[in-house]
Structure formats: C-alpha cells, structure tokens
Antibody, heavy 122, light 108 residues
Framework: QVQLVQSGPEVKKPGSSVKVSCKAS????????ISWVRQAPGQGLEWMGG????????NYAQKFQGRVTITADKSTSTAYMELSSLRSEDTAVYYC???????????????WGQGTLVTVSS | EIVLTQSPGTLSLSPGERATLSCRAS???????LAWYQQKPGQAPRLLIY???SRASGIPDRFSGSGSGTDFTLTISRLEPEDFAVYYC?????????FGQGTKLEIK
C-alpha cells in the first residue's frame, strides 16, 4: 500500500519561500510521476507541476513558471515543492499526488498526501 | 488550457436517490483522459473514476462514469450517507491538466 507523508504546516511572510516535502513508501517511487496540487481555502484544485523521479525532469503549469521548483530524491523516496516570492494568495493546502499510470503516460492520481497548509501572512 | 465546467454547483438529494453530475470541457478531452474525485472536509481527494468510465480500486459499483469528447457524467446509483461530499472532474490528456470547480452533493 502506497503512502505519501507530507511535512507539517508552515507560516511564511510575504516575499519569502516555502519548501514542502512528500515522502513515499510502499511502492516503486522512481517509476511514477509525483505532482503537486494546491487548494486555496474553500476553493477547487489546481495542478502546479510534477516530476518523474527516474528522469529527474519537472514540468510546471505556466502560472507557476519561475516561482516553483519541484525536485525528487530517489535515495530517500522524497519529492519536494519549493514556492518562492510568496504572496497572500498562495495561502492554501498543498498536496502531493502519485500518478496511477507508469512514467510517461497521461495519468490520474491514485494516491495523495495528507496535505500541508501553507499560510502566507505578514 | 482546457476549462472544465461542472454542473450543478450544488445538488441536494436524499439517501437512496440517484445522483447525476456533469462535467463539460471547453475542448475535446483526448482519449477520454477524464477522472472523477471525491473530497470530504479536511481530507485529500480520492480517485473514483479514471479513463472516463473505469472504477478505481475499491470503489463501489454504485459509482459509474460515462461520456466522451466534451461531455462527461458521474452517476451514483443509490446514494449512501457517506457519499455526500464534493466531487471534482479532472482532465489529464492535455497539459496543463485541469480540474473542474466542483459539485457539492448535500443531504436534502
């Protein structure tokens, strides 16, 4: 059974950065893409980008290009999402999610982390 | 990017009734790469349907998906108390993958 365990809640100042981790267990980490999806309070889901650990290259939604960096450490089966130049609108729950299909194929998300609340406030 | 519009925004039904949720795409969704998720308060989304009509592992058969092209439907044949939640559709055939704004299924 795959489990994705994320790091704890964060409170950040506007203009700063945040780095959220997502540790996978119970599956083959490198072969499946990990994506990051965020959800602002009371709002819907928004895909930010993803990475296939075995390839190491990430792709990002245009909205977040230049502000988000997604990386993966195969040795610890952990994915990371760093978001910079934070503003109040970035206050949200950030989820990591594992692709259901193997690397390179379009895929839904079959496992999700528990979510990490990032609050941006002065 | 493909915009997904879900309707209705809120659906009020009673346990035992049938629920029909709609998801319309602004462009054709390639190869029916359309998924449905259920989300309860304070929880992560749960995958229900992928490929427009395939049930994910462990999902009861009262959940079914249909559609192709730009029009997709999630049907819950007989509502159980635990089915009242928010439902999202997602297209993953075109980048960026996108989600609908959600349909809230509430107890009448």
């Amino acid at each position: 059974q795959v489990q994705l365990v994320q790091s704890g809640p964060e409170v950040k100042k506007p203009g700063s950065s945040v780095k959220v981790s997502c540790k996978a267990s119970g599956g083959t980490f490198s072969s499946y893409a990990i994506s990051w999806v965020r959800q602002a309070p009371g709002q819907g889901l928004e895909w930010m980008g993803g990475i296939i650990p075995i390839f190491g290259t990430a792709n990002y939604a245009q909205k977040f290009q230049g502000r988000v960096t997604i990386t993966a450490d195969k040795s610890t089966s952990t994915a990371y999402m760093e978001l910079s130049s934070l503003r109040s609108e970035d206050t949200a729950v950030y989820y990591c999610a594992k692709a259901a299909a193997a690397a390179g194929k379009p895929s839904s998300f079959d496992y999700w982390g528990q979510g990490t609340l990032v609050t941006v406030s002065s | 990017e493909i915009v997904l519009t879900q309707s209705p925004g809120t659906l009020s039904l009673s346990p035992g009734e049938r629920a029909t949720l709609s998801c319309r795409a602004s462009q054709s969704v390639s190869s029916s790469y359309l998924a449905w998720y259920q989300q309860k308060p304070g929880q992560a989304p749960r995958l229900l349907i992928y490929g427009a009509s395939s049930r994910a592992s462990g999902i009861p058969d009262r959940f079914s998906g249909s559609g192709s092209g730009t029009d997709f439907t999630l049907t819950i044949s007989r509502l159980e108390p635990e089915d009242f939640a928010v439902y999202y559709c997602q297209q993953y055939g075109s980048s960026p993958q996108t989600f609908g704004q959600g349909t809230k299924l509430e107890i009448k």
